[in-house]
């Protein structure tokens, strides 16, 4: 069975760059997506990428600041956030683009201070 093992908890320095990271225990031929659930609000799709490696789609609420990334060699799809909001505090998961989605894995926790 698919697994999803979000990874990356630690913390970036203000202005920095903030990394979270996806491995998948089997290969993934479709697109892929990064989504998120802030505290009381529903799960949103905030990014995706083709099996390319192209960037499909980012979220208004997103756009410019996180950047979506693919290594199908290691299985993993990763993303980069920077200029965070305090808005952007959530759980992030991956998971499949579009149709069948996998069981959720246990998101990674990025949290932005005001």
């Known amino acids: 069975q698919m697994q999803l093992v979000e990874a990356g908890g630690g913390s970036a320095q203000p202005g920095g760059a903030l990394r979270r990271s996806c491995r998948m225990t089997?290969?993934?031929?479709?697109?892929m997506a990064w989504y998120r659930q802030a505290p009381g609000k529903e799960r949103e799709l905030v990014a995706s990428?083709?099996?390319?490696?192209?960037?499909?789609f980012y979220a208004d609420s997103v756009k410019g600041r996180l950047t979506i990334s693919r290594d199908d060699a290691k299985n993993l799809v990763s993303l980069q956030m920077t200029n965070r909001k305090p808005e952007d505090t959530a759980v992030y998961y991956c998971?499949?683009?579009?149709?069948?989605?996998?069981?959720w894995g246990q998101g990674a926790q990025v949290t932005v201070s005001s």
């Open positions: 089997e290969t993934v031929i479709g697109s």
């Open positions: 990428i083709s099996r390319g490696g192209t960037p499909t």
């Open positions: 998971n499949n683009a579009s149709g069948t989605i996998w069981p």
